[in-house]
């Protein structure tokens, strides 16, 4: 994991093979798409987690999660925030491993996303 404008200040290696993950809540946070741009010249599969249909993350990326979470009306992004976290441990359970002893704990996490308010 690595924010964008870190990823771009040393220009991290990103290879054929990697995926690339790019979470932005208006989907056109310059530093990312400036990030996106550098994983797509490096050949990377590159994923798009966002909160706005049509914006230029979920445009440029070859596929991606609407976090569908709605309008914001306080400063904070509280709503787009926790829906991005639950999008990345449900991502981060289904490329996991899926062996039989991890099984519990895997549920115990999917129950515990579901309570969330």
Excluded: W
Excluded at 17 to 24: G, I, L, P
Excluded at 47 to 59: E, F, L, P
Excluded at 74 to 91: E, F, P
Aim: hydrophobic content about 45%; overall charge negative.
């Amino acid at each position: 994991m690595e924010i964008a404008s870190d990823l771009l200040d040393r220009r991290g290696p990103i290879y054929r093979e990697d995926t690339a993950v790019f979470v932005s809540q208006s989907g056109e946070t310059a530093d990312t798409l400036l990030a996106l741009e550098y994983a797509l010249e490096n050949g990377a599969l590159c994923v798009g987690i966002t909160n706005t249909v049509g914006s230029a993350i979920a445009r440029r990326t070859h596929c991606g999660v609407h976090i569908n979470a709605g309008c914001e009306i306080g400063v904070a992004s509280t709503k787009a925030y926790t829906s991005q976290i639950v999008v990345m441990a449900m991502l981060a359970l289904a490329i996991g491993s899926d062996t039989i002893s991890s099984q519990e704990r895997r549920e115990a996490i999917i129950d515990g996303l579901i309570e969330l308010p």
